[in-house]
């Protein structure tokens, strides 16, 4: 593995949101360089796109396919790629890819169906390749800070997980690129919203806690007029580990952003992150006056690049999950941080598949695994 990891692109071109955050984030550490890339499905796109960011001409692919094969021939070819195409387009590039070698870091949901991800799971395994999956949320030190408190037994016994992420952006008409191919079942998959924003909600409750649903019951719900996938979920969950959890996912809720929030509460004590303000975790013991933790700050144990009371935010977050995947590529470290890979990608699409159908159902309680 080369000293700065060589790095390929799937998507991510002009006009798409989630492609230049990537490529943001995988410079932040200087742990990656891209040299590759297929960021648009026709020829005149992905040169445009490959040109805007300054790839060699006999690196820009307007295949995937093509783009795999060759740069596997190449002594100086990619090492690794990321795939940020809309979530139909998932399986396949992962799959070509991962058959030449090619380690891969993914978008979420991994991919439109749960059986696609089954099959993906053992085509990492035959590959013998290295998978991150970029539920991006879990790298917020606050979020790792929970974590660790949880794993430490600060909170004791876990009785509530409340998972939240609600934005506002598609209560009305939208009519963009990001809002197409969110609100087509052919691309999008089975789920809406619960897929799109629920998924890394569900996400943070299971990284931060350690457990996961056995069974919820699920009311999606599509105010939208004339859409056919829910913009608004609310769901109960039973954990593994006893606790109760509640989930509310909505991509109409007027006024708010990018509200996401995480509370857990033990027979010890509580804790709350809002992802608006990063950098601070509330936390409470039963008996006691609420606490403000904060990055870089007294009895922080986690890791930061700057001195508390800096920020850090969405780019740094998300730059984490490439550093620790960077240690993982060139044998630095295992993984204490808990990268999200296969496995959480199989979590999340049992979530969607059994949200689905609970609320298809009326709303009957749903199993996530036999």
Request: aromatic share 8%; with cysteine; glycine share 12%.
């Amino acid at each position: 593995m080369s000293v700065r990891i060589r790095l390929g692109m799937v998507g991510g071109g002009a006009g798409s949101f989630i492609g230049p955050v990537h490529r943001i984030a995988s410079r932040i550490d200087d742990r990656f360089e891209l040299v590759a890339g297929a960021l648009a499905s026709n020829e005149e796109g992905a040169l445009v796109s490959g040109r805007a960011i300054g790839l060699a001409e006999d690196r820009i692919y307007a295949d995937f396919r093509h783009m795999a094969a060759e740069e596997a021939k190449r002594s100086d070819g990619i090492e690794a790629v990321v795939i940020a195409t809309p979530n139909h387009l998932h399986m396949e590039p992962c799959r070509h890819f991962l058959e030449k070698g090619i380690h891969v870091i993914c978008d979420k949901p991994v991919t439109s169906t749960l059986e696609d991800a089954l099959e993906l799971e053992k085509i990492i395994a035959t590959s013998g390749c290295k998978f991150l999956l970029t539920h991006n949320y879990s790298g917020y030190p606050m979020v790792r800070e929970a974590r660790r408190l949880v794993q430490s037994g600060a909170l004791g016994d876990i009785r509530l997980i409340n998972m939240e992420y609600i934005q506002g952006w598609l209560a009305g008409e939208v009519c963009n690129k990001q809002a197409e191919w969110r609100l087509d079942p052919e691309r999008s998959g089975r789920g809406g919203c619960v897929a799109d924003i629920g998924t890394h909600a569900y996400h943070l409750g299971c990284y931060v806690t350690g457990s996961r649903a056995a069974e919820l019951s699920a009311d999606l719900h599509t105010f939208g007029e004339g859409r056919q996938l829910d913009d608004n979920a609310h769901i109960k969950l039973r954990f593994e580990n006893g606790a109760k959890g509640l989930l509310w996912a909505s991509q109409v809720a007027i006024g708010y952003e990018n509200g996401i929030r995480l509370r857990v509460v033990g027979d010890k004590a509580g804790l709350e992150f809002f992802q608006e303000d990063p950098n601070k975790l509330w936390f409470t013991r039963v008996g006691e006056a609420k606490q403000m933790l904060t990055t870089g700050g007294p009895g922080f144990e986690g890791t930061i690049r700057v001195p508390a009371g800096h920020p850090e935010g969405f780019f740094e977050a998300f730059a984490n999950l490439y550093d620790g995947f960077a240690d993982i590529l060139q044998g630095k470290k295992d993984d204490p941080a808990g990268l999200p890979g296969i496995e959480s990608g199989i979590e999340g699409l049992k979530f969607i598949t059994a949200a689905v159908n609970s609320s298809q159902a009326n709303g009957a309680w749903q199993a996530l695994r036999e």
